[in-house]
């Protein structure tokens, strides 16, 4: 408990009694420290104090780094410490969708040089203790699974060390009350808007709950020389009196309207039905086996093919090659303008599948540039995936797969760039900064990133990029600002897939969700679900195809063309509409229901998949007592009063994980037509 003021000598001197907006080290506020710069004559304590605020139109933008875009005014903070320290704060505010954002820029006002050593993009103070912690963990082929705990005094935290947020954590958590649930109680959300190591902090003290979001402290020193500034990533925040379904839907819209870009973003323009090569063939195959396996693609409906790893010079598995971006002959005896041209011919658009960020020790360009791979100057660099990653930090490495990557995509119109990543950063180092300077290293690898994928869009307006790190391990609010779809997992198995998908929702809309029906039994979990239920997913993501196509009788692929039809009929439903989870998904994946409704509510597409499907009534929520419903494939008419309360009657199915998918179309209601 504080303590009543009264009893205090001197309100005024503790500060961690004190809810505060930008909380600095060393000066009393005895939380847990995360901004700590460190002057020259070596004090690591901060002494900011309100200097100026001012509103400014438009909403900011911040130089090199994604941020939200849109939007309203600008509430902008000057904070000085005079030491020789300032720091901006930016507020965004989003009215549309809820949203605030904050970016905070660090200035040395000083004559001498100072080091910061560990800044916050945002710290929030809540008055109150008993809130719940939500984040969204686990690993390879099993992404985002939500975590729900109440706070215990201390720390707890998220983050990575891995130089991107890697499959084990989420660079976003929710705060809610006790009693908060899908469609009712308060939650507070946060996403940091990076794709580096970074941290997200809760912490319970004797004053409320701190919530604390940026770049992971660990390897991070910045020298700012005096003049200089530090800009922070974006954080994002949402507040929501309906449970976290409330919130979901601020930050659908906020990334849908305000994160994805121009021609991708909100519905502007359809996204193709694509067939990848990875799951049908890995690294088999040839021009034929390609042209073969487009062509079924066609007849199911694709009209985007992917060809997936495997392409480039000498690729045959994944000891070699990465780096030199050059078609193989050997598979490719026309080069990417043949095959492009062919697939074309096929009444088909062509995408890339290129890993830039990655070099084989067994390539031409790791045999020319050993130095232009992270490593540590008299250690062994470690191998991860028999590969290393480019320094990303040095502009000469960047402008080589620059050069390497625009003479591929000029010389045929490559419509789609897969551009993954599949190893976390180690052995961090770089051969081009002085040794005081290592601890910038990771961040400007990011930005680094961030920088080509920038210059690939400004050169490419019109390319559909898909970022992906071994499925979902850099799946953030920053990779969204340049690519509007990631790869969710590498886990396509639909069962697994409901639970990944939904932990993924809390943030993200289902248009930005990588997903494709694959081959049963599922390559990696070896399990039978049905193609109903793997529609069903596929339609709740990005949908397209990842299997052996040309296994398939023509009957099969006319059943899957009859989905593709269906996906692209929906498309405006389904990329815009608010997604409501009707019966969550548990851990042990037994069933889900779910529901996609236009904002209008005259559309809904309603999913179902696994053990829900008993034969059981589905109440649906959202349904407009005053009107009624059809189904127009099945010619079935509800009456929206039964739909909210008795329910929606389900099918009972046999079979392994079977799945459900049933469009509903409001007719207009009495009112309307008068
Ligand atoms: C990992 C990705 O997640 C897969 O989809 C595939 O592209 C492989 N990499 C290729 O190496």
Redesign the pocket.
Same mark, same amino acid.
């Given at each position: 408990m504080p303590l009543p003021a009264d009893l205090h000598p001197d309100p005024g001197c503790w500060p961690d009694q004190l809810p505060q907006e930008w909380p600095a080290s060393g000066l009393g506020d005895n939380r847990a420290p995360f901004f700590v710069p460190q002057f020259a004559d070596g004090t690591e304590a901060a002494d900011l104090r309100f200097a100026a605020a001012e509103v400014l139109p438009g909403k900011y933008s911040l130089l090199g780094l994604p941020a939200f875009w849109g939007g309203g005014e600008t509430l902008k903070v000057t904070l000085t410490d005079p030491a020789g320290l300032t720091v901006y704060l930016y507020y965004g505010v989003f009215e549309d969708c809820d949203l605030i954002t904050r970016a905070a820029v660090l200035e040395n006002t000083g004559t001498k040089p100072l080091t910061l050593h560990g800044v916050p993009s945002a710290v929030v103070d809540f008055a109150r203790k008993d809130l719940d912690f939500i984040t969204f963990d686990g690993e390879w082929a099993a992404e985002r699974t939500p975590h729900r705990a109440p706070l215990r005094p201390g720390v707890q935290s998220v983050g990575s060390v891995g130089g991107i947020p890697l499959h084990y954590h989420t660079p976003f958590a929710i705060l809610c009350a006790p009693d908060a649930g899908e469609a009712t109680g308060e939650a507070w959300g946060a996403a940091l808007v990076y794709s580096g190591n970074y941290r997200v902090q809760a912490e319970l003290n004797a004053a409320g709950v701190r919530l604390a979001l940026g770049i992971e402290p660990y390897h991070f020193h910045w020298t700012l020389a005096p003049g200089e500034r530090f800009t922070a990533p974006e954080a994002a925040f949402a507040y929501s009196a309906g449970g976290y379904g409330g919130l979901r839907r601020c930050f659908h819209n906020a990334i849908r309207r305000h994160l994805l870009r121009a021609p991708w973003r909100d519905m502007a323009r359809p996204r193709p039905v694509l067939l990848?090569s990875?799951?049908a063939c890995?690294f088999a195959f040839d021009e034929a086996k390609l042209l073969e396996l487009a062509a079924a693609g066609k007849k199911a409906g694709a009209d985007l093919f992917v060809v997936?790893?495997?392409w480039f010079k000498g690729r045959s598995d994944?000891t070699s090659s990465l780096g030199d971006w050059v078609a193989d002959p050997a598979k490719l005896p026309g080069g990417i303008p043949g095959l492009c041209k062919k697939i074309n011919a096929l009444g088909m658009a062509l995408g890339l599948?290129v890993?830039p960020e990655a070099v084989s020790p067994d390539s031409d360009l790791c045999r020319a540039h050993p130095d232009w791979a992270l490593h540590i100057p008299g250690r062994e660099t470690l191998a991860i995936r028999h590969q290393y990653t480019l320094d990303f930090s040095r502009a000469d490495v960047r402008e080589n797969i620059w050069q390497q990557l625009t003479a591929v995509l000029d010389s045929a119109p490559i419509r789609y760039l897969?551009w993954?990543m599949?190893r976390s950063l180690a052995n961090v180092y770089s051969a081009a900064l002085p040794t005081a300077r290592q601890g910038e290293v990771y961040h400007r690898y990011v930005l680094g990133v961030y920088e080509l994928q920038e210059r690939l869009l400004a050169r490419y307006p019109d390319l559909l990029l898909e970022n992906?790190? @071994?499925?979902g391990a850099r799946f953030d609010c920053g990779m969204l600002f340049y690519s509007p779809q990631i790869?969710t @997992?590498?886990n396509t198995d639909a069962r697994d897939r409901m639970l990944i998908q939904y932990g993924t929702s809390f943030l993200c809309p289902p248009c930005v969700m990588g997903a494709h029906i694959s081959a049963v039994p599922n390559h990696i979990t070896r399990r039978e679900t049905s193609l109903a239920a793997r529609a069903a997913l596929a339609l709740t993501g990005t949908f397209g195809y990842?299997l052996d196509l040309t296994a398939f009788d023509e009957k099969t692929l006319s059943e899957l063309a009859v989905w593709s039809a269906f996906y692209r009929a929906h498309g405006e439903l389904l990329r815009g509409g608010d997604l409501y989870w009707l019966c969550p998904p548990d851990t042990e994946k037994r069933g889900a229901a779910w529901a996609i409704v236009t904002p209008d509510g005259s559309e809904a597409m309603v999913f179902a998949a696994g053990e829900v499907l008993d034969g059981r009534s589905l109440p649906l929520p959202f349904a407009d007592t005053q009107a009624d419903y059809t189904a127009p494939d099945h010619g079935q008419t509800f009456a929206g009063t039964a739909l909210r309360t008795a329910g929606l009657p389900l099918p009972a199915c046999e079979g392994d994980f079977p799945g459900f998918v049933l469009w509903l179309r409001k007719e207009e209601t009495a009112k309307e037509k008068a």
């Open positions: 990848n990875w799951e890995y997936d790893d495997g994944t599948w890993e897969k993954d599949n992906c790190a @071994s499925g790869w @997992s590498d990842e």
